[in-house]
C-alpha cells in the first residue's frame, strides 16, 4: 500500500521559511516523479514544483522559482520543499503527489493528505 506522509505546515510571517517533507513507502518509486502542488481556498489544485527520483531533473512554476527548492533523499524515501521568502498568497494546502508524464507531471498516482501552510502578512 503507497503511502505519502507529509509535514512540516504551520503559520509563518510574510518573508519567513518552511519546510515541508513527504515520507513516501510502500513501493519503488525510481521510475517516477514526486511533485508538490498546492490547493488554496477557492481554487484548483496547482503544480509548483516536481523532480525525478533518477537524475533530480526538477520543474518549478513561475511563482516560486526563486524562492522554492525541492529535492529528495532517496536512501529515506523523502520529498522536501524549501519554501524561502514566503508571501500571504502561498497560503494554500500544500500536497505531495507521485506521478509520470514528463516535468509537469500530468498522470497522478498517489496524493497524500496535505498539509497547511499559512503565510500571515
Known amino acids: 500500500q503507497v503511502q505519502l506522509v507529509e509535514s512540516g505546515g504551520g503559520l509563518v510571517q510574510a518573508g519567513g521559511s518552511l519546510r515541508l517533507s513527504c515520507a513516501a513507502s510502500?513501493?519503488?518509486?525510481?521510475?517516477?516523479?514526486m511533485g508538490w502542488f498546492r490547493q488554496a481556498p477557492g481554487k484548483g489544485r496547482d503544480l509548483i514544483a516536481s523532480?525525478?527520483?533518477?537524475?533530480?531533473?526538477?520543474y518549478y512554476a513561475e511563482s516560486v522559482k526563486g524562492r522554492f527548492t525541492i529535492s529528495t533523499d532517496s536512501a529515506k524515501n523523502m520529498v522536501y520543499l524549501q519554501m524561502n521568502s514566503l508571501k500571504p498568497e502561498d497560503t494554500a494546502v500544500y500536497y505531495c503527489?507521485?506521478?509520470?508524464?514528463?516535468?509537469?507531471?500530468?498522470?497522478?498516482?498517489?496524493w497524500g493528505q496535505g498539509t497547511q501552510v499559512t503565510v500571515s502578512s
Open positions: 523532480i525525478t527520483w533518477t537524475g533530480g531533473r526538477t
Open positions: 510502500g513501493r519503488t518509486f525510481s521510475s517516477y516523479a
Open positions: 503527489a507521485v506521478g509520470s508524464g514528463g516535468p509537469q507531471i500530468p498522470i497522478i498516482y498517489y
